[in-house]
């Protein structure tokens, strides 16, 4: 109907298949951002300049890699199938 506003989708939680996606982006990101602080000779300045700077800004390579391991660790627990959805699956 012309004049109403469009419908507002409701604020749902990010599905399973969402969290583990960004998990998955997240670990992209911290192997890039690793390669490029590593085996900087063989990568895009660009890149590695980048690269440093999350790195530096994260508060360093270990704090960087815990945290993406800390949030990847939180979306599979998080996206674990139930018992009855195992069973469902007939796992």
Known sequence: MPGLPPKRKKNRPPS???KLRDAL???KIALDAWLN??????CNKD???KAGKLIMDSGGTLAYIADVQRQ??????ETAPTN???MAQGR
């Open 37 to 42: 602080t590593y085996a900087h000779e063989f």
């Open 25 to 27: 982006v997240r670990s």
């Open 16 to 18: 399973r298949e969402r």
């Open 47 to 49: 890149d590695v300049a």
């Open 72 to 77: 990847n660790r939180e979306a599979l627990n």
């Open 84 to 86: 009855g959805e195992r």
